[in-house]
């Protein structure tokens, strides 16, 4: 079963990106969020539904400390990038080359 990694899974690209794996039943799905307890207010079915549990592995926190998100790309067959750096982070040049 291949298995994708999506950094920034709950929003906009990354939220359609999501629910395209999802339609599909032959993958596992690493989900990179900034916070998982806004996933669970803003889309509470992704972390109740228990088939998309068994499907969907969270991984949270701040994508621009680059080992945390190494545990859901560890091991992924690839990767969606979907999030951006915000104008007023002056170091996100770096952090993309470094990710």
Request: include cysteine; proline fraction near 6%; charged fraction near 20%.
């Amino acid at each position: 079963m291949p298995t994708y990694a999506i950094l920034g899974a709950p929003g906009q690209v990354g939220g359609h990106v999501l629910q395209t794996l999802l339609k599909r039943q032959d993958v596992h799905i690493r989900a990179f969020v900034r916070s998982r307890a806004k996933v669970e207010k803003q889309r509470p079915e992704l972390t109740t539904d228990v088939a998309i549990q068994k499907r969907v592995s969270f991984f949270a926190g701040d994508i621009t400390d680059v080992d945390v998100p190494s545990p859901c790309l560890k091991g992924a067959d690839a990767a969606f990038l979907c999030v951006a750096a915000a104008a007023s982070q002056p170091a996100a040049a770096a952090f993309y080359i470094q990710l």
